[in-house]
């Protein structure tokens, strides 16, 4: 424990986002950070609790007391090899993961959980501008050869494994760019997508090799992909949207947010689009339906588009104010986190 009475003395401090009037006129990430030694002393509230619910509350299982402690005493390569060990790419959860950890945390009681999300992004940041990121090549390889179809977090994270333990893995992704969900629907001012040129560009190195713009089953038969490879992981997610039929549902003016979302990321890329397909909510009153992660980026996306007006509605009842014991955690989180696009 870095320090036993740092949860007493120093409070929760977020490093906060841009300005409102500076972010909605440009699509770069909206949070920022913090100098590195308040970092530090952010990380030294950690408690290091015999149960350490933030490790339950993690579906990758991160051991976030003890990289925290290594964040604390300034050990970033120690911190960075400690996140590493659960987590492929922290870059990534680091920056859009709803930190359940963080609900799970016990200094959440008094409302001041330790910034882990931010931690864990601040690590690999520093990780990599300190040159402790390097290409991992595998000194053996089994000779074996693995298809990965789909290039999203799933698609990523199985080649990354399947790399580092030997395997020959080819990744193949329909889309003409790697990242799946990550590059085409998680918006840049989440998700810059350098940060994912970067890592594709690691993975490159320690000898994954990528195949976008290639549909399996139509640029290349699945026959061949069984016939060439030792195994197949297909990751390809569902892609199938919940649809809502109302009256009214066909009319003109009514997307899917993945819709909307794509297209703008590939606006964003320098992708040129036709007026005809271009979706845009300038001068438009929108309503976004579903309060969900995926729901605020719409209404961010819809504010940097210049809309009128941006109303959205969700079906579950407002959460109650303050902690009420009717309804605990997981029922009603006692701090709830809203997500960056609001």
Same mark, same amino acid.
């Given at each position: 424990?870095?320090?036993?009475?740092?949860?007493?003395?120093?409070?929760?401090?977020?490093?906060?986002?841009?300005?409102?009037?500076?972010?909605?006129?440009?699509?770069?990430?909206?949070?920022?950070?913090?100098?590195?030694?308040?970092?530090?002393?952010?990380?030294?509230?950690?408690?290091?609790?015999?149960?350490?619910?933030?490790?339950?509350?993690?579906?990758?299982?991160?051991?976030?007391?003890?990289?925290?402690?290594?964040?604390?005493?300034?050990?970033?390569?120690?911190?960075?090899?400690?996140?590493?060990?659960?987590?492929?790419?922290?870059?990534?959860?680091?920056?859009?993961?709803?930190?359940?950890?963080?609900?799970?945390?016990?200094?959440?009681?008094?409302?001041?959980?330790?910034?882990?999300?931010?931690?864990?992004?601040?690590?690999?940041?520093?990780?990599?501008?300190?040159?402790?990121?390097?290409?991992?090549?595998?000194?053996?390889?089994?000779?074996?050869?693995?298809?990965?179809?789909?290039?999203?977090?799933?698609?990523?994270?199985?080649?990354?494994?399947?790399?580092?333990?030997?395997?020959?893995?080819?990744?193949?992704?329909?889309?003409?760019?790697?990242?799946?969900?990550?590059?085409?629907?998680?918006?840049?001012?989440?998700?810059?997508?350098?940060?994912?040129?970067?890592?594709?560009?690691?993975?490159?190195?320690?000898?994954?090799?990528?195949?976008?713009? +290639?549909?399996? @089953?139509?640029? *290349?038969?699945?026959? $061949?992909?069984? !016939?060439?490879?030792?195994?197949?992981?297909?990751? =390809? &997610?569902?892609?199938?949207?919940?649809?809502?039929?109302?009256?009214?549902?066909?009319?003109?003016?009514?997307?899917?947010?993945?819709?909307?979302?794509?297209?703008?990321?590939? +606006?964003?890329? @320098?992708?040129? *689009?036709?007026?005809? $397909?271009?979706? !845009?909510?300038?001068?438009?009153?929108?309503?976004? =339906? &579903?309060?969900?992660?995926?729901?605020?980026?719409?209404?961010?996306?819809?504010?940097?588009?210049?809309?009128?007006?941006?109303?959205?509605?969700?079906?579950?009842?407002?959460?109650?104010?303050?902690?009420?014991?009717?309804?605990?955690?997981?029922?009603?989180?006692?701090?709830?986190?809203?997500?960056?696009?609001?």
């Amino acid at each position: 424990m870095g320090n036993p009475k740092a949860f007493l003395t120093i409070h929760r401090k977020e490093a906060g986002y841009r300005p409102v009037s500076d972010r909605i006129r440009d699509y770069g990430e909206v949070e920022q950070t913090l100098n590195p030694e308040d970092r530090r002393l952010q990380a030294s509230r950690c408690m290091e609790c015999g149960v350490p619910f933030c490790h339950w509350s993690c579906p990758l299982g991160n051991k976030q007391p003890e990289w925290q402690d290594r964040l604390f005493k300034n050990d970033i390569k120690g911190a960075y090899t400690l996140l590493t060990a659960t987590d492929d790419f922290p870059e990534f959860t680091g920056r859009v993961c709803p930190a359940l950890c963080e609900k799970g945390c016990v200094l959440n009681k008094i409302h001041e959980p330790v910034t882990i999300r931010e931690n864990e992004a601040a690590i690999v940041e520093r990780a990599f501008l300190e040159g402790y990121v390097k290409p991992y090549v595998p000194k053996h390889r089994t000779g074996k050869r693995v298809a990965v179809i789909g290039s999203g977090p799933a698609g990523l994270a199985c080649a990354n494994q399947l790399n580092r333990r030997g395997h020959s893995v080819t990744v193949f992704e329909k889309n003409e760019a790697i990242g799946g969900l990550l590059r085409f629907g998680i918006p840049d001012f989440k998700l810059n997508k350098s940060i994912i040129d970067r890592r594709v560009a690691l993975m490159t190195e320690e000898g994954v090799e990528f195949k976008p713009g +290639v549909e399996v @089953g139509k640029d *290349i038969a699945v026959e $061949d992909i069984v !016939s060439d490879y030792d195994a197949v992981c297909i990751a =390809i &997610g569902a892609e199938v949207p919940r649809d809502l039929k109302v009256e009214g549902r066909d009319l003109k003016g009514v997307h899917f947010a993945l819709e909307l979302l794509q297209q703008q990321n590939r +606006v964003n890329a @320098g992708r040129e *689009i036709s007026r005809d $397909d271009r979706i !845009s909510a300038k001068g438009k009153n929108v309503l976004v =339906i &579903g309060g969900g992660d995926t729901g605020s980026d719409c209404v961010g996306t819809a504010n940097r588009q210049g809309a009128l007006s941006v109303t959205q509605i969700e079906i579950m009842p407002k959460p109650p104010e303050g902690e009420n014991p009717a309804t605990p955690w997981p029922y009603w989180p006692v701090v709830l986190k809203t997500s960056s696009s609001h």
